[in-house]
């Protein structure tokens, strides 16, 4: 039924004529399944003064259906047992389920009904903007949570990568019911659908049921516009009364579907992933700096990015950053350590095997990689890639990708730029 040629044991794919994907992995040990109807309808995809859309709506897509109000759908999800969500990100959206297996069938029942007969009820529009309008004024009132919403927007300023995920609050008071039918006719339509599936399951009945359940869904959206942009060097600040000051960071760095991916998953661990981190020990623990510092890797589909956390006081601001810098300009130099290396294999490794067993965790994998390399890689896939890191490999990496710039650095706190940043910045 499916073409599985090249395809690991247990890995599945299958393409329906109206241009649905199927992807799956099986795990007959489990006695669970996590399903997930991945699209591109997202931030990028809203008008420019609709900001917050994409987010509203995937709160209405539960609101109701033709069939069954807002109550009846919970009502339905409960009796089976089925956990049920959405998220929004800056690129794709994703409805997903999670069940015992002998439920499958009748829980994919619903989430037709969520896709495809969805009413977005006026009555419920004005309480889920309610909770949205609460979540962005969370974001304001916690600086930890705004850094990297202004850092972002530098960072991918020119492009709709730069926008707010929950829009602001006079956007989100402006969005209309029909707003909401005009997002979901333009951009649910079945050349739009991923769908990915984990646990057990027999494959020939999945694609058997989704091809019955959405097999005739018709329709096409637009092709998504590529988001690519041309980061530089820059410094904002939000001005902030208060005994905090904090950092965010971000320079361009290899993306999720670059040969050097897994080089930048080691560099960004040894940096600022974990209590040994080079960060950790130089800023937290000798000097004292900050009460919190991190590193970690973000992208999207065309642009990936080296990000770093740092919550400091006023006062200790400028050496903090300068130390950071300095540590990013070692590494540049220098790369990693053997024992580095070796340390941080050990732990990447166990992360994903931790993190990466369960259903919903797979589930959402496979979806990434085929997303990003039109593969499905297994977690002995990612293993192999840790693997293979080489020191060498690292300092590479580095050539291409320089930690410090181009460097884009927000600020939330007391300090003014001079206080800031002073000569610290390369090309400032």
Same mark, same amino acid.
């Given at each position: 039924?499916?073409?599985?040629? $090249?395809? %690991? %044991?247990?890995?599945?794919?299958?393409?329906?004529?109206?241009?649905?994907?199927?992807?799956?992995?099986?795990?007959?040990?489990?006695?669970?399944?996590?399903? $997930?109807?991945?699209?591109?309808?997202?931030?990028?995809?809203?008008?420019?003064?609709?900001?917050?859309?994409?987010?509203?709506?995937?709160?209405?897509?539960?609101?109701? *259906?033709?069939?069954?109000?807002?109550?009846?759908?919970?009502?339905?999800?409960?009796?089976? $047992?089925?956990?049920?969500?959405?998220? *929004?990100?800056?690129?794709?959206?994703?409805?997903?389920?999670?069940?015992?297996?002998?439920?499958?069938?009748?829980?994919?029942?619903?989430?037709? #009904?969520?896709?495809? *007969?969805?009413?977005?009820?006026?009555?419920?529009? #004005?309480?889920?903007?309610?909770?949205?309008?609460?979540?962005?004024?969370?974001?304001?009132?916690?600086?930890?949570?705004?850094?990297?919403?202004?850092?972002?927007?530098?960072?991918?300023?020119?492009?709709?990568?730069?926008?707010?995920?929950? $829009?602001?609050?006079?956007?989100?008071?402006?969005?209309?019911?029909?707003?909401?039918?005009?997002?979901?006719?333009?951009?649910?339509?079945?050349?739009?659908?991923?769908?990915?599936?984990?646990?057990?399951?027999?494959?020939?009945? @999945?694609?058997?049921?989704?091809?019955?359940?959405?097999?005739?869904?018709?329709?096409?959206?637009?092709?998504?516009?590529?988001?690519?942009?041309? %980061?530089?060097?820059? @410094?904002?600040?939000?001005?902030?009364?208060?005994?905090?000051?904090?950092?965010?960071?971000? @320079?361009?760095?290899?993306?999720?579907?670059?040969? #050097?991916?897994?080089?930048?998953?080691?560099?960004?661990?040894?940096?600022?992933?974990?209590?040994?981190?080079?960060?950790?020990?130089? @800023?937290?623990?000798?000097?004292?700096?900050?009460?919190?510092?991190?590193?970690?890797?973000?992208?999207?589909?065309?642009?990936?990015?080296?990000?770093?956390?740092?919550?400091?006081? %006023?006062?200790?601001?400028?050496?903090?950053?300068?130390?950071?810098?300095?540590?990013?300009?070692?590494?540049?130099?220098?790369?990693?350590?053997?024992?580095?290396?070796?340390?941080?294999?050990?732990?990447?490794?166990?992360?994903?095997?931790?993190?990466?067993?369960?259903?919903?965790?797979?589930?959402?994998?496979?979806?990434?990689?085929?997303?990003?390399?039109?593969?499905?890689?297994?977690i002995q896939d990612v293993k192999d890639g840790i693997d293979a890191v080489t020191q060498e490999q690292v300092l590479r990496v580095l050539k291409r990708y320089s930690p410090v710039q181009p460097m884009t650095i927000a600020a939330i706190g007391p300090l003014s730029k001079e206080e800031l940043v002073g000569t610290t910045l390369p090309n400032s």
């Amino acid at each position: 039924m499916s073409n599985q040629q $090249g395809l %690991p %044991p247990n890995y599945f794919y299958h393409k329906l004529p109206n241009g649905i994907e199927l992807i799956g992995q099986r795990m007959p040990s489990l006695s669970s399944i996590s399903f $997930g109807f991945q699209l591109d309808a997202a931030v990028v995809h809203e008008p420019e003064e609709q900001q917050g859309l994409a987010h509203l709506f995937e709160y209405m897509l539960f609101q109701g *259906t033709k069939t069954r109000d807002a109550r009846a759908l919970n009502e339905a999800f409960e009796s089976l $047992g089925a956990r049920k969500g959405a998220s *929004t990100s800056l690129e794709t959206a994703m409805v997903w389920g999670q069940i015992v297996n002998t439920k499958f069938d009748a829980t994919l029942d619903l989430f037709r #009904d969520i896709l495809l *007969t969805p009413t977005f009820p006026r009555d419920e529009l #004005d309480q889920m903007r309610n909770l949205i309008l609460q979540e962005i004024r969370r974001r304001d009132d916690e600086p930890m949570s705004k850094i990297f919403e202004l850092v972002r927007a530098d960072f991918y300023k020119g492009t709709a990568l730069s926008r707010l995920v929950l $829009g602001t609050d006079e956007s989100v008071r402006q969005l209309k019911q029909q707003d909401l039918r005009n997002f979901w006719q333009a951009r649910y339509h079945p050349n739009n659908i991923l769908f990915s599936i984990a646990g057990k399951f027999e494959w020939d009945q @999945v694609v058997e049921k989704i091809g019955h359940l959405f097999g005739d869904w018709q329709g096409e959206a637009a092709a998504s516009a590529e988001q690519t942009p041309n %980061p530089q060097t820059s @410094v904002s600040l939000e001005f902030r009364e208060g005994k905090q000051e904090h950092i965010g960071l971000m @320079v361009p760095f290899p993306n999720y579907n670059d040969p #050097d991916y897994y080089a930048a998953m080691v560099i960004a661990e040894v940096l600022g992933g974990s209590m040994a981190s080079r960060l950790f020990v130089e @800023v937290r623990e000798k000097r004292g700096l900050v009460y919190s510092v991190s590193a970690g890797l973000a992208g999207n589909k065309h642009i990936g990015a080296l990000r770093i956390y740092a919550g400091t006081t %006023p006062e200790q601001a400028h050496e903090c950053l300068e130390v950071i810098i300095n540590e990013l300009h070692k590494l540049e130099r220098e790369g990693i350590t053997a024992d580095e290396l070796d340390r941080t294999k050990v732990q990447l490794k166990s992360e994903h095997v931790m993190h990466g067993e369960g259903s919903a965790s797979r589930m959402s994998a496979i979806i990434r990689s085929w997303w990003y390399e039109r593969q499905l890689k297994t977690i002995q896939d990612v293993k192999d890639g840790i693997d293979a890191v080489t020191q060498e490999q690292v300092l590479r990496v580095l050539k291409r990708y320089s930690p410090v710039q181009p460097m884009t650095i927000a600020a939330i706190g007391p300090l003014s730029k001079e206080e800031l940043v002073g000569t610290t910045l390369p090309n400032s």
